[in-house]
Nanobody, 127 residues
């Protein structure tokens, strides 16, 4: 079991930055790849970024590449998403999630490949 709690969301102006955190509990956290997804009103949940269990590999959706950075600190059981150059199109509820399989270097972009989810944190970007 892995429990995930996101924080750091809020209201920011276009062009601004936010850093989301995802605090994890559970013995297998440090052995799982982690991802960030987002869901805007009326839209399906979409992949944003993922990171391998050791932190050495990352993957980003084209829509966030070059603006968002995913990282993790396994000693603190925390995953981060640094978001820069935010635009109103980034407005969504952001979720962190833990992949199903342990110690894999394969990063998944489909939500169905993630087993544990947080409750989400709202990010609103004003124009």
């Amino acid at each position: 079991q892995v429990q995930l709690v996101e924080s750091g969301g809020g209201l920011v102006q276009a062009g601004g930055s936010l850093r989301l955190s995802c605090a994890a509990s559970g013995r297998t956290f440090s052995s799982r790849a982690m991802g960030w997804f987002r869901q805007a009103p009326g839209k399906e949940r979409e992949f944003a970024a993922a990171i391998t269990w050791g932190g050495g590999g990352t993957y980003y959706a084209e829509s966030v590449k070059g603006r968002f950075t995913i990282s993790r600190d396994n000693a603190k059981n925390t995953v981060y998403l640094q978001m820069n150059k935010l635009s109103p199109a980034d407005t969504a509820v952001y979720y962190c999630a833990a992949q199903k399989f342990l110690a894999t270097v394969q990063l998944q972009t489909r939500a169905g490949e993630y087993e544990y989810w947080g409750q989400g944190t709202q990010v609103t970007v004003s124009s």
